[in-house]
């Protein structure tokens, strides 16, 4: 199933929707992607009429605060229905999803001037209506909401209160999808991540990502606070080093490898062992839905440096429009007494980021799915104390762009803990 409404106001105006309230301005000096986005001031936003209404809509759209909120709530996109389902930013910075005035569940305290993509799926076929949404892919929860089956007749986006002094937004889709309709876009995204850390071993016990299929692509980053020549090869039974990587790249006195395997139902959390030595580090592990299971990735490539506060992953060209792009950084131990942190890459959704703690390696992991096959250009993750590091670039191959790749449906890409069904059995 199509998206079957979007902009990313690259038109320079807003005339592709139904309703302009206010004057908001679409310009080119905050973006979240390409030339153009739109901004609101106070009481601005822009609404689009669904024709005939519909009872299952997905809508997904970017946006981007420059202060927090100085009334109780602010809204900043959702439905228009017998009871209208929206994102409210409040005063806190904390985005929740609202029953008209009634906050129906709290999600996460946002930062000013950063980007976030927002997804919010309704159905409204019977009593109770099923909301669930996502901020930057993660998934926010299920709630039922007590009101009678009833048309959704519109969607808004934009500062239609009065308590944000500028929002931004970008990138507006909005499908309609059946009841039993499973949400895919090129049927490639992440679907779900896990991570974690371990103390000096020879070995770690690693955990599957909650949510996983069988198909799936697992793609795991294992972060060494030593150099490759005390770590050495690292295996896994059934798990191969992604190709064009090293297994393990070196910094010169850390080190970081990438491993992949195609999910096979009865998979059990697998365990990855090196035999030249102890070391202490973190990993992370990317549950991909939709990948081609014959050839799953396009094009990798793998970078290392010296002590840096900028750990570049090197750009690609993947040369197939719709890929998705991983890129991971991998820090050195930051030094006694020092956690590292991490800041993602710019216009990247952050799936990785474990907190390794004092004294140890870390890594960081963010994903973004292509709209073109052209160059990358290189992507940077930043830290806050300056350390060797490796990175590694991967981009995995869309449905149908092999031979005999069975494909899959079209809709709005929304990466979950399951497969998400409308009507299903809701917190």
């Known amino acids: 199933m199509a998206v079957t409404f979007s902009d990313g106001f690259e038109s320079g105006n807003t005339s592709a929707w139904s309703t302009v309230v206010g004057s908001p301005t679409v310009q080119s000096t905050v973006v979240q992607e390409y030339a153009d986005a739109l901004l609101c001031t106070a009481g601005e936003g822009v609404s689009h009429t669904i024709a005939g209404g519909n009872r299952t809509v997905a809508l997904r759209f970017w946006f981007r605060f420059d202060a927090n909120p100085t009334v109780a709530r602010a809204i900043v996109g959702g439905y228009t229905t017998s009871s209208n389902v929206n994102l409210q930013l409040k005063t806190t910075g904390v985005i929740s999803l609202f029953d008209g005035t009634t906050e129906v569940d709290t999600g996460p305290t946002l930062l000013k001037d950063t980007w976030y993509r927002a997804d919010i799926l309704l159905d409204t076929t019977a009593n109770p209506w099923v909301a669930s949404w996502f901020v930057d892919g993660l998934d926010q929860g299920s709630s039922n909401i007590a009101h009678a089956a009833a048309d959704i007749t519109a969607f808004s986006v934009g500062?239609?209160?009065?308590?944000?002094?500028?929002?931004?937004?970008?990138?507006?889709?909005?499908?309609?999808?059946?009841?039993?309709?499973?949400?895919?876009?090129?049927?490639?995204?992440?679907?779900?991540?896990?991570?974690?850390?371990?103390?000096?071993?020879?070995?770690?016990?690693?955990?599957?990502?909650?949510?996983?299929?069988?198909?799936?692509?697992?793609?795991?980053?294992?972060?060494?606070?030593?150099?490759?020549?005390?770590?050495?090869?690292?295996?896994?039974?059934?798990?191969?080093?992604?190709?064009?990587?090293?297994?393990?790249?070196?910094?010169?006195?850390?080190?970081?490898?990438?491993?992949?395997?195609?999910?096979?139902?009865?998979?059990?959390?697998?365990?990855?062992?090196?035999?030249?030595?102890?070391?202490?580090?973190?990993?992370?592990?990317?549950?991909?839905?939709?990948?081609?299971?014959?050839?799953?990735f396009v094009v990798n490539t793998e970078n290392s440096g010296a002590a840096s506060l900028n750990h570049v992953c090197l750009g690609v060209t993947p040369g197939?429009?719709?890929?998705?792009?991983?890129?991971?950084?991998?820090?050195?131990?930051?030094?006694?007494?020092?956690?590292?942190?991490?800041?993602?890459?710019?216009?990247?959704?952050?799936?990785?980021?474990?907190?390794?703690?004092?004294?140890?390696?870390?890594?960081?992991?963010?994903?973004?799915?292509?709209?073109?096959?052209?160059?990358?250009?290189?992507?940077?993750a930043t830290v806050a104390t300056s350390t060797a590091f490796v990175s590694f670039t991967m981009t995995l191959r869309p449905p149908g762009s092999v031979p005999h790749d069975s494909g899959a449906d079209v809709g709005l890409n929304i990466p979950t803990s399951g497969e998400i069904s409308f009507g299903a059995a809701a917190n």
């Open 320 to 380: 197939v429009t719709n890929s998705l792009l991983l890129c991971v950084a991998c820090s050195d131990n930051p030094g006694v007494g020092i956690t590292q942190v991490y800041t993602k890459p710019v216009s990247m959704i952050e799936d990785l980021d474990p907190n390794a703690g004092l004294n140890r390696a870390t890594l960081d992991g963010s994903s973004l799915v292509l709209a073109s096959g052209s160059a990358t250009g290189n992507k940077t």
């Open 159 to 296: 500062n239609t209160g009065t308590g944000v002094t500028n929002l931004y937004i970008d990138n507006v889709s909005m499908s309609l999808l059946s009841s039993d309709y499973r949400i895919t876009n090129t049927g490639l995204d992440v679907r779900c991540t896990s991570s974690g850390t371990f103390g000096s071993a020879a070995s770690v016990a690693t955990t599957l990502p909650v949510g996983w299929v069988a198909g799936d692509i697992f793609v795991i980053i294992l972060s060494f606070s030593a150099a490759a020549s005390l770590v050495g090869t690292v295996t896994s039974t059934g798990w191969a080093a992604v190709p064009s990587t090293t297994n393990p790249k070196d910094s010169g006195s850390s080190c970081g490898t990438a491993m992949y395997r195609v999910a096979q139902g009865g998979d059990t959390d697998p365990t990855f062992s090196w035999p030249s030595g102890s070391t202490s580090g973190a990993w992370g592990i990317w549950s991909i839905l939709g990948a081609s299971g014959s050839s799953p």
